[in-house]
């Protein structure tokens, strides 16, 4: 069963310790979804949650996040320490983490980049939809160790 992105975003916010240092603004919390939800289909086979991923201009975007947190700007969003992430099996809870402890230790600017330089968001027309093809093809060579 797929998620709701809002709830995989908060899930992943719950990961950063903003009080040090650690913390995910919302082009960042955008790239980590991205980076989730790839490796969701790979290893899993299925989404992680349901919401498309968009190929803006900054980057993957889940555009319902985006508008939930865009008030924060450029900010760091502070997890919701009451939010409950049980719902997660636990191989779902360890991909998030798993994720965040490589990817969530790069800026938002870096991480930008980097989905740049991929083929799921190079081979996608700007604010149309990354396929999950797209998004398995890239990442099945990541997980395999071909990239």
Known sequence: MAYKALDIAKAILKLSNPEVGDFISNMKLQKLLYYTQGFSLVVFG????????RAWAYGPVVECVYQNYKGHGSEAIYPDEKFDTSFLTSEEQDLLVSVY???????ALKLMNMTHDESPWKNTPRNEIITHDLMVAFFKNLVDGEN
């Not at 299925?46 to 991923?53: A, T």
């Open 46 to 53: 299925k989404p992680l949650f349901d919401e498309d991923i």
């Open 101 to 107: 402890e490589v990817y969530g230790q790069f800026s």
